[in-house]
T-cell receptor, first 112, second 112 residues
Framework: DVKVTQSSRYLVKRTGEKVFLECVQDMDHENMFWYRQDPGLGLRLIYFSYDVKMKEKGDIPEGYSVSREKKERFSLILESASTNQTSMYLC???????????FGQGTRLTVV | GEDVEQSLFLSVREGDSSVINCTYTDSSSTYLYWYKQEPGAGLQLLTYIFSNMDMKQDQRLTVLLNKKDKHLSLRIADTQTGDSAIYFCAESDTSGTYKYIFGTGTRLKVLA
């Protein structure tokens, strides 16, 4: 069974903290994505990666960075968390044939 | 830029058909998708259609694509309470960007 695993389901952090969200996939997929989901706004792409050590900005990269040192792992980093980064974060992966993206369960991050 | 739009809410009675609509702007889209998100979960692919197709049927699901109007719809026949979820329309292309663009999501509520 294909699997995308996000390290935490729920996270509460303080303003100004550095936050790491981890995502691991076991399907040997080349592409990995980080989205945030907010009511009425749908899913917005933060960053994506199509290969190890490669990254591309999505639509809303400000305040975020990413790391992809290994093919199976894609990390999202909030350098200094702010309250407007309170959201649901979804990781996804897909193969180069691009027919389906597989999603993790999501991490609901609250910044207080 | 690319944009995918959906209405935010839809309410139907159990046993009726549901039709969820989506419009997109990117004429180079190769694949168009419907994803389902149940409460507290990630997204799961329901079905997808190639841009050179007009229709695809899969059990209770029918997808219609009008390329001229850039309009995609998902019809769910005999809607059940278990179909209550958020439905996302998405598009992607194979031009090398590997990005999926998601709509805002339509929250379907099925009334018993």
């Amino acid at each position: 069974d294909v699997k995308v695993t996000q390290s935490s389901r729920y996270l509460v952090k303080r303003t100004g903290e550095k936050v790491f969200l981890e995502c691991v996939q076991d399907m040997d997929h080349e592409n990995m994505f980080w989205y945030r989901q907010d009511p009425g706004l749908g899913l917005r792409l933060i960053y994506f990666s199509y290969d190890v050590k490669m990254k591309e900005k999505g639509d809303i990269p400000e305040g975020y960075s990413v790391s992809r040192e290994k093919k199976e792992r894609f990390s999202l980093i909030l350098e200094s968390a702010s309250t407007n980064q309170t959201s649901m974060y979804l990781c996804a992966s897909s193969s180069q044939t691009n027919t389906e993206a597989f999603f993790g369960q999501g991490t609901r991050l609250t910044v207080v | 830029g690319e944009d995918v739009e959906q209405s935010l809410f839809l309410s139907v009675r159990e046993g009726d058909s549901s039709v969820i609509n989506c419009t997109y702007t990117d004429s180079s889209s190769t694949y168009l998708y419907w994803y389902k998100q149940e409460p507290g979960a990630g997204l799961q692919l329901l079905t997808y259609i190639f841009s050179n197709m007009d229709m695809k049927q899969d059990q209770r699901l029918t997808v219609l694509l009008n390329k001229k109007d850039k309009h995609l719809s998902l019809r769910i026949a005999d809607t059940q309470t278990g179909d209550s979820a958020i439905y996302f329309c998405a598009e992607s292309d194979t031009s090398g960007t590997y990005k999926y663009i998601f709509g805002t999501g339509t929250r379907l509520k099925v009334l018993a």
